[in-house]
């Protein structure tokens, strides 16, 4: 059984950081592209990053380029999103979710992040 | 803001039909497929219809996918309580180079 399991969420002050780690069971993480999505309290669905299987290539949303990285440990069989300089408009719940040609099958159960003082 | 435009809301009585439209441009849906999500109220998000029109094994045939240009519409048929969920759209956009969600409608069955 496929399964994505986040942890690493919490209360965190607005400037500071956090790294959220997906741990992913039965399936190989390395056949897959990866991704992370978020949603802010009460709003919609926001795509924040994926990476390649070898994690050879990235991609962010705008808003998180340069702050946050997102990165993979294919042996441990776990994603990551290291969170740097974080505002009150990064509170979400983070996702992460398998894409296979850019549908997601599979999705954690989410894990909340909130920046605030 | 985002750049896939959905109804906020629709509703329709149990057993009718209802459509939702996902509104987009030429670097967006104009150029890829389109995937549907449904979310129930606090659950993961459930894909519903990937290549714009196929449904994963288990989606009730109840729901169809369609895409036209830039534009692309969900439909739900024979309506059911269960039904009532927010429901988004999404595709790769070139411009942005990153993937994109609609902004998302609720359902409901009234």
């Known amino acids: 059984e496929v399964q994505l399991v986040e942890s690493g969420g919490g209360l965190v002050q607005p400037g500071g950081s956090l790294r959220l780690s997906c741990a992913a069971s039965g399936f190989t993480l390395n056949s897959y592209v990866m991704s992370w999505v978020r949603q802010a309290p009460g709003k919609g669905l926001e795509w924040v990053a994926n990476?390649?299987?070898?994690?050879?290539?990235?991609y962010y949303v705008d808003s998180v380029k340069g702050r946050f990285t997102i990165s993979r440990d294919n042996a441990k069989n776990t994603l990551y999103l290291q969170m740097n300089s974080l505002r009150a408009e990064d509170t979400a719940v983070y996702y992460c979710?398998?894409?296979?040609?850019?549908?997601?099958?599979?999705w954690g159960q989410g894990i909340l992040v909130t920046v605030s003082s | 803001q985002s750049v896939l435009t959905q109804p906020p809301s629709a509703s329709e009585t149990p057993g009718q039909r209802v459509t939702i439209s996902c509104s987009g441009s030429s670097s967006n849906i104009g150029s890829y497929t389109v995937k549907w999500y449904q979310q129930l109220p606090g659950t993961a998000p459930k894909l519903l219809i990937y290549n714009s029109n196929q449904r994963p094994s288990g989606v009730p045939d109840r729901f169809s996918g369609s895409k036209s240009g830039t534009s692309a519409s969900l439909a739900i048929s024979g309506l059911q309580s269960e039904d009532e969920a927010d429901y988004y759209c999404?595709?790769?956009?070139?411009?942005?180079?990153?993937?994109?969600f609609g902004t998302g409608t609720e359902v409901t069955v009234v």
């Open positions: 990476i390649k299987q070898d994690g050879s290539e990235k």
């Open positions: 999404a595709a790769w956009d070139d411009s942005l180079n990153g993937y994109v």
């Open positions: 979710a398998r894409d296979l040609g850019g549908s997601y099958c599979y």
